[in-house]
């Protein structure tokens, strides 16, 4: 029979030091040595799901294939362990709520007084074994979101220190990342942040066994000998992690500090010799750069780089299979109409990717954007929002039907090429309704999409509410704008454009499948399409069929 393992990622001092690229890389430390792994975040927030939250406030929403909108830390857990992962890997404080108060209503705890100890936390500690259940995984690795002394966070701490208590010795590592800073004219690094962290987390009964130490620089063998003295962990448990070039570089920093041998010792896992032969092919051919192209992408959301964290690590992958350097280039859509700078600019890139998005704020210079494109033979990529306004542009400048428009921006338009779902009209909830998750999508037998994936039915994750309008796809078939790709209902999925070197406009988004060791072929071949514009070949293996 097997027993739950857990191994837990906090965090101190101030968000943002890479508590969820931690989390992955410990997971594919293990992995590498032959171990099952699952991931599990627990956010604090009282939302549901990340589905209705902005991103400037809280990044990408990563959509997973049951059609929960997570955090964007998922995204990094499949990637880094690539496997896909449902919605009871993300666990957040109003799932738990809403859990616990619907088992109130039905009288599931027979008159007692519902309390956050024990139910609040006991549902936390039955979400962490469902998983742990249900994966089939040996280790369960629990990114707990927030800081270490945030109010929203303590009910989760006391449920990871009841599980500890209950698991016994052996069962649980708690491994804390923290922020050592260099400040000062010397550089000294400061261990203060780190020793205040480490007392806020030992003060609700958790002793970190391993600390994760963030920083611009490496760790002098002084200033970890004072880490683990003051914070009372085995020296070769402070582990330097600086800056590095490129995130999948962390497994191999850890790797490098013995951190798998000590995680397996901890929890008594067996101690393989670690595989990473793939892993290291990859980062070579990343660091290779025979080449480089610039790819402009055009969007809402662009002075948050988070926001399109799938579509970076998307091209990150293309890179590691290519080795060429990719630059994107970040225009907001909004300053295209009224700066022909910087449309200019984004007429000389290599490539434009315009992603998805929602609401009117952007949609002209997305247009914009797209007609320079089809117009001068710039390889293009639509996903989701940037599909359905190619549709647009193109019933305003090919079928001479200026105010086309998707209902979502001009309800009142003339011409909707782009509509609400049917579906869609009549629901009074915004969150976790719109078209989501995996879904299969059939592609025509002779199009160019189905010779890119190397079959003609895949599967592909969706968010979205609006969908090309199929009154309009003889018009755009007649004028060489094709729908190849529609899922089982008939709805469209696909388009690409004749005589174009590259023009797809995709409905899905296809950046959330992208893997280190497997890029998304729709990336891989918008990149080689810009380096063949550019005369410069492409020497690859073609990219694995995608189921």
């Not at 590498?32 to 009282?46: E, F, H, Q, S, W």
């Not at 200026?402 to 209902?407: E, F, I, K, S």
């Not at 309008?469 to 007649?478: S, T």
Request: charged residues 25%.
């Amino acid at each position: 029979m097997r027993t739950l393992k857990v191994i837990v990622v906090s965090g101190g001092v101030i968000s943002g030091l890479g508590k969820g690229i931690t989390t992955s890389s410990l997971g594919r430390l293990l992995k590498a040595r032959g171990i099952a792994v699952t991931i599990l975040k627990v956010d604090p927030y009282l939302n549901v799901d990340a589905g209705t939250m902005n991103p400037y406030q809280h990044g990408e929403v990563f959509v997973l294939d049951d059609g929960t909108e997570a955090d964007l830390d998922l995204g990094n857990y499949e990637r880094f362990l690539d496997q896909s992962l449902v919605g009871t890997h993300n666990l957040t404080t109003g799932k738990v709520y809403r859990t616990v108060i619907e088992k109130e209503r039905r009288g599931d705890y027979l008159g007692n007084t519902v309390q956050i100890i024990p139910h609040i936390t006991g549902e936390i500690k039955r979400g962490i074994r469902e998983v742990f259940q249900t994966s089939g995984a040996d280790v369960v690795l629990v990114e707990v979101g927030g800081t270490v002394g945030d109010i929203e966070s303590m009910p989760f701490l006391e449920a990871l220190r009841e599980l500890s208590y209950e698991l016994g010795e052996g069962h649980m590592a708690f491994v804390h990342t923290t922020l050592v800073p260099v400040v000062g004219p010397v550089g000294e690094a400061k261990t203060k942040p780190t020793q205040h962290s480490v007392r806020e987390l030992r003060a609700i009964g958790i002793r970190p066994t391993m600390i994760i130490a963030r920083g611009p620089a490496p760790l002098a063998p002084e200033i970890k000998a004072k880490i683990s003295l003051f914070c009372d962990v085995t020296p070769e448990a402070v582990i330097s992690v600086p800056d590095q070039s490129t995130i999948y570089e962390v497994p191999l920093v850890l790797e490098a500090q013995g951190v798998g041998q000590q995680l397996t010792k901890l929890l008594g896992l067996p101690d393989r010799e670690p595989d990473y032969t793939a892993w290291k092919e990859f980062l070579a051919t990343y660091r290779r750069d025979s080449s480089e192209i610039r790819v402009a992408v055009v969007g809402k959301y662009t002075d948050l780089r988070d926001a399109y964290l799938s579509h970076i690590e998307a091209f990150h992958h293309v890179q590691g299979r290519l080795g060429v350097t990719i630059h994107l280039d970040w225009y907001d859509a909004e300053d295209l109409p009224r700066d022909p700078a910087a449309l200019a600019r984004v007429s000389r890139a290599d490539a434009i990717l315009v992603p998805g998005g929602f609401g009117a704020r952007g949609v002209e210079g997305k247009v914009l954007a797209i007609s320079a494109a089809r117009e001068t033979g710039i390889p293009f990529l639509g996903v989701c929002y940037g599909f359905q306004m190619a549709a647009v542009e193109f019933a305003r400048n090919v079928l001479a039907l200026p105010q086309a428009n998707t209902t979502e921006v001009e309800p009142a338009t003339p011409d909707p090429v782009v509509c609400l779902l049917e579906d869609q009209k009549t629901l009074a909830t915004l969150g976790g309704t719109m078209r989501l998750g995996a879904l299969k999508v059939s592609l025509t037998e002779d199009s160019r999409i189905a010779q890119i994936y190397g079959r003609t039915e895949v599967s592909e994750r969706h968010r979205h509410r609006y969908e090309v309008n199929p009154a309009y796809l003889n018009r755009f078939r007649e004028h060489g704008l094709r729908a190849t790709g529609r899922s089982p209902d008939g709805r469209v999925e696909v388009f690409e454009l004749a005589d174009h070197p590259f023009f797809f406009g995709v409905q899905y988004h296809p950046e959330f499948l992208s893997r280190p060791e497997a890029p998304h072929p729709l990336y891989l071949e918008l990149v080689k399409a810009a380096l063949a514009r550019k005369g410069v070949p492409a020497d690859v293996a073609p990219a694995p069929a995608r189921a």
